[in-house]
């Protein structure tokens, strides 16, 4: 089976599974939704359901309309009389937010925790379950056809491998393990991860460790704070292959850290633009 026919079988399998399991949905379609998550909101008005929508986070700032709708607070601690102000039919939430799940449930909110995908198979599941409840679910099929075509095609053109650290964080140096989606997406574009064999999801690491390593390329996520300084910062360590050529690039985290199928493509095909030495820093 070639690698485009795997996506294909991949995608019939997710819709199949869900059809025949997922029976906790309502007969009606939800006509008031609140987003506790940003890549919720994003993959919502992506199924063109953004007149349901009257409650998000904070962090909800894609696309630009999502800044206009009612604010419940962060994601992590959302105002629950906001919450229960609003009425919503229901409210998608994560499994990262197990006391926020459980109070709103206690007050007879319909609630639906998402878990948090750690590849592109999970990051579709999550999408063909906000389409089912929202009732869109041809509008997810076509998308996701096209994005597995597309990421098929980038993965095709893959020949040359280089050795990669993605920098999270500064200060303190934080990265990613081989249990991210974020990994993957590094290991699809043809690279490696230089800290792919830890099993830990996101963890500090020390520089000592990042020069026996010695990455041919650092991929460094902006959004934290640090972006301005990345040169300043890794200036000092030009034994590292990736400092010695000038091949530290900065991808804006909305992108990678966002676990959509759209957002998954966009940071797929950057990091491929990065690797044909286009854009460099």
């Not at 994003?42 to 009257?54: G, M, P, T």
């Not at 053109?157 to 990994?183: M, Y």
Request: glycine share 4%.
């Amino acid at each position: 089976m070639t690698l485009k026919e795997s996506y294909k079988m991949m995608l019939k399998t997710i819709f199949f599974f869900l059809f025949l399991t997922n029976t906790t949905f309502a007969a009606e379609m939800p006509k008031r939704i609140i987003s506790l998550l940003p890549s919720i909101t994003e993959q919502l008005y992506l199924l063109n359901v953004e007149d349901e929508i009257v409650g998000v986070t904070t962090f909800c700032d894609y696309p630009e309309a999502a800044k206009k709708k009612e604010k419940i607070g962060t994601y992590m601690e959302p105002n629950l009389e906001k919450i229960l102000s609003l009425k919503p039919d229901i409210v998608l939430a994560s499994n990262i937010q197990p006391d926020v799940v459980n109070k709103l449930k206690k007050f007879g909110i319909n609630v639906f925790a998402f878990i948090e995908p750690i590849n592109f198979t999970q990051i579709c599941e999550q999408f063909v379950q906000i389409a089912k409840i929202t009732g869109r679910e041809k509008k997810a099929d076509n998308i996701l056809n096209g994005v597995q075509q597309e990421v098929y095609k980038i993965r095709k053109k893959v020949k040359k491998k280089h050795s990669i650290f993605v920098e999270i964080g500064i200060d303190p140096l934080v990265t990613v393990g081989n249990k991210t989606f974020i990994n993957e997406i590094v290991k699809t574009a043809g690279e490696i991860n230089v800290f792919e064999n830890t099993s830990s999801e996101y963890f500090r690491v020390n520089i000592e460790a990042i020069i026996e390593r010695n990455p041919d390329i650092i991929l460094a996520i902006s959004g934290h704070g640090e972006s301005e300084n990345e040169n300043d910062f890794w200036k000092k360590y030009k034994s590292i292959n990736a400092v010695k050529n000038k091949r530290i690039y900065i991808i804006d985290a909305n992108t990678l850290c966002r676990p959509t199928p759209i957002r998954y493509l966009e940071s797929l095909k950057i990091i491929s633009n990065f690797l044909q030495n286009k854009n460099e820093k």
